[in-house]
């Protein structure tokens, strides 16, 4: 595990932010940290920066406790935390020349990461004048700079568009896929997250409601039987009373949980016996979106 | 160490476009190119002073309004702007996941201040001698040249600084810890009344008052010789004066007590 903390909990006060928080982020994957504004997501990664004191539990980033070998760990994360931190009044080019100059990186780095998130054009420019965009992948590449092992991201495409999503998608892939990287990458949109991550935690109100691989997570959504027809409330009547309960009727579709490819054909048989006309029956994953919503409201 | 030489490095490189550092450059320069201009339009006046009285007069017209006001608010100014760089730019939770020990990066930054405050003062040495040479030059009536006070002046404009830590010390903490500039201005610019009222009214306990002792490192007059030979005197400054320890001590323990203040804060 590149990343394990066990029973991590922190107040604010009387308020507690993060609650017996026991994450596991593998090494090579691209771990989705997902929940709603204020779960406690910005606040765990700053346990995991030591940017907070640790209060309860324990933290170990590549298999060492953090806090007594801080130095170390951190020389290995690159990290991006909330807006990203940017000196308005230097270029592009200057805030990355001096995280080098801290990190000990030479030029030539500074100008392949200027390359890796297209600012090579706007590398003069005063920061002050970039796009919330641009400074958004300007946080990006200052995070990559020292070529990190892990790179922990805090709502990285807040304010990009969506080709600037789509880029910072395919670059973390190709980090993961081809340099052996990990990362772990929080947000609050679902949609985003499930299109790269390979391992998925949610949480809520500082607790950790799920965890582990992403098909875990889909194997959850059990799979429903999503049938068009003209008159959907006589017709679910008609298969409740054959023993086919739906879960969810709307105007044009009836949802009934799904078992077998037979009970899809007895199905479309009953009802086509009956005269119900079948415009369409389609076997349907409930959508990670709604899981998402179940999960973190039901808790 | 490295830590240290590194961060030191990346706050002048950070800085050096920004009104903290110009700041440190540009109040000497145009201090005395007023002082120099009033010297010169006025210089019929003085043709007949001789050059340690000229001295006396154009350095001590700088000093004067250092000593009192100026420099404490200069100091209340670097402590803040080194600080609000990183306030502005959201960047201390950057400095702090960096890895670098946090007293390598807090120290680098008071030792930044403290390196700004010293260069402000030894331009103010610079540029005093120099225009007090050039005035020499360009008006010979004036007797610059026949006195040499760059020793002299040295020595003061450091025991001034040795006075200044103090200051610096909690105007750096409270830079640090207050986002806005309001708070330490404001407080900066009371203690420094304050500061000055003490002094003027000679109370008993001024030297333990930090915003006090600039003002009392210059009021302790140098000593007068003359000197056997020339016949000119030589002014001893005694440096090493009670304020000077009292200031010491309080700009060590502010700094020491600053960076446990620092390591049990939470970076926002």
Known sequence: MVINTDGLTFDFGSQTVVKSLSLQVPEGSIYGFLGPNGAGKTTTIKLLLNLLQTQQGSIHIFGKELKSNRLEILAQIGSLIEQPAIYLHLSGKENLLN?????????????EV????????????????????MKQRLGIALALLSDPKLLILDEPTNGLDPNGIIEVRELLIKLVSEHKKTV?????????????ATHVGIINHGELLFQGSIHDLEAMSKPAVQIETDNTIDAANYLARNNYTATEVTDTHIFIPYTT??????????????????????????????????????? | MKGFILSFRSEFYKSRKTAGFWSAVILPLLLCILIFAGFYSRSDKMAMEPGVILWAQFSGAILGVMGSLLLPMLIVFIGYSVNSIEHKADTWKTLFSLPISKFAVYSAKYFYALFLVFLCLALFV????????????????LKFHDYNMSGTLSQLYFKLFLSSLGILSIQFLL?????????????????????VILVVNQWKYDYLFPYSHPMLALSALPQHHNHPATNNPTIIVDIFT??????????AVVFIAGYFIVLKKSVK
């Open chain 1, 184 to 196: 772990f990458i929080s947000s609050h949109l679902l949609a985003e997250i499930e299109r790269m």
């Open chain 1, 99 to 111: 995280r080098a100059l801290l990190l000990q990186i030479g030029e030539a780095r500074v100008n």
């Open chain 1, 114 to 133: 200027l390359n890796i998130v297209h600012l090579t054009d706007a590398a003069h420019k005063k920061a002050g004048q970039y796009s919330l965009g």
């Open chain 2, 242 to 251: 009670q304020e000077i320890y009292v200031s010491l001590i309080i700009a």
């Open chain 1, 261 to 299: 490819k037979q009970q899809m054909g007895n199905i479309n048989k009953l009802l086509n016996d009956m005269g119900y006309n079948v415009y369409s029956i389609i076997k349907q994953h409930k959508d990670l979106e709604k899981l998402f919503l179940d999960i973190t409201q039901n808790a």
């Open chain 2, 126 to 141: 610079l540029f005093t001698v120099g225009f007090g040479n050039l005035l020499g030059t360009v008006k010979p009536e």
């Open chain 2, 175 to 195: 830079s640090l810890l207050f986002r806005d500039f309001l708070k330490p201005m404001g407080i900066g610019f009371i203690a420094t009344i304050t500061g």
